[in-house]
């Protein structure tokens, strides 16, 4: 029987791959992949529910939020209908260590694609208006987080295991500090962690990789260059066990356990 892989090179898996720092600090992936008829660009920004401080929590998660809420250039759901008209899909999450903002676009979109995350992330408004009607939004998600036995169970064990270390925190904040965050704060936050060095762009589609990279030099090139502030060291507790009681409308129990591990330079992570 012939090698199925005979005619691929053998570093088939990175030989595509372009990475680079680009001269205004921002990190570039590019994966080539020709004839690919769909094309994907992310953004992630360095920054998540690790790097709010005491009055901002859940900021990072609002932020995600509100960049999809008009800009200088497009009104309140223009950013989404943009992307949507020619058939792409948008959206974003947030984790404790990064905000990402993500679409998928036919091929001879990418463009487009690309231009509009670059508009969001650099060129936000922030309307006063739309941020007190997506505090309400993030807020009945917060109640449905508490709602739900496998969040509350997460949450807890993070609690345990990071003690006073912003990790043992929600992501999503509380419902009172959302409902505490106005227009200057989010400016601030977004000026503190919206940088050029504290950002990548990642693109995979038949695109070739000098022409993302002038494409997103020219779109991001308001972007800020200094650096964002550092996050502390996570600390680990050194709590045993726990045990919550929760209201009758939860009707499972469930148990988790947590195991410390290495960081991911050590040998161990392969074997883990």
């Not at 690309?114 to 208006?129: E, I, K, Q, R």
Request: hydrophobic residues 45%.
């Amino acid at each position: 029987m012939p090698d199925d892989h005979a005619s691929f090179p053998a570093d088939r898996s990175t030989a595509e791959v372009h990475w680079k720092r680009l001269d205004n600090g921002l990190g570039l992936c590019v994966r080539t992949v020709p004839h690919a008829p769909a094309a994907a660009v992310q953004i992630w920004i360095g920054v998540g529910g690790a790097d709010e401080r005491d009055h901002e929590r859940g900021l990072a998660h609002l932020h995600e939020h509100m960049l999809f809420k008009g800009t200088e250039r497009r009104g309140v759901g223009e950013i989404a209908a943009a992307v949507e008209a020619v058939g792409g899909q948008i959206n974003a999450w947030t984790s404790l260590d990064q905000t990402v903002y993500h679409v998928v676009m036919p091929a001879h979109e990418w463009r487009t694609g690309l231009d509009v995350l670059a508009d969001a992330v650099c060129h936000s408004a922030f309307d006063p208006v739309e941020l007190e009607r997506e505090i309400e939004v993030v807020c009945e998600e917060i109640r449905r987080a508490d709602d739900n036995p496998s969040r509350v169970l997460y949450r807890a064990i993070f609690e345990d295991v990071f003690g006073s270390h912003p990790y043992a925190l929600p992501v999503l904040g509380t419902i009172e500090s959302v409902k505490g965050m106005d227009q200057s704060k989010m400016q601030a936050f977004w000026g503190r962690h919206y940088r050029a060095t504290n950002a990548i762009v990642s693109v995979v589609g038949p695109m070739q990789a000098d022409e993302v990279e002038a494409a997103v030099l020219a779109d991001f090139a308001d972007l800020t260059r200094d650096a964002a502030a550092e996050r502390p060291a996570p600390r680990q507790q050194a709590r045993a066990a726990s045990a919550r009681r929760m209201p009758s409308t939860f009707s499972e129990t469930r148990l988790a356990l947590a195991f410390a591990a290495p960081t991911l330079d050590h040998p161990d992570v392969a074997a883990l």
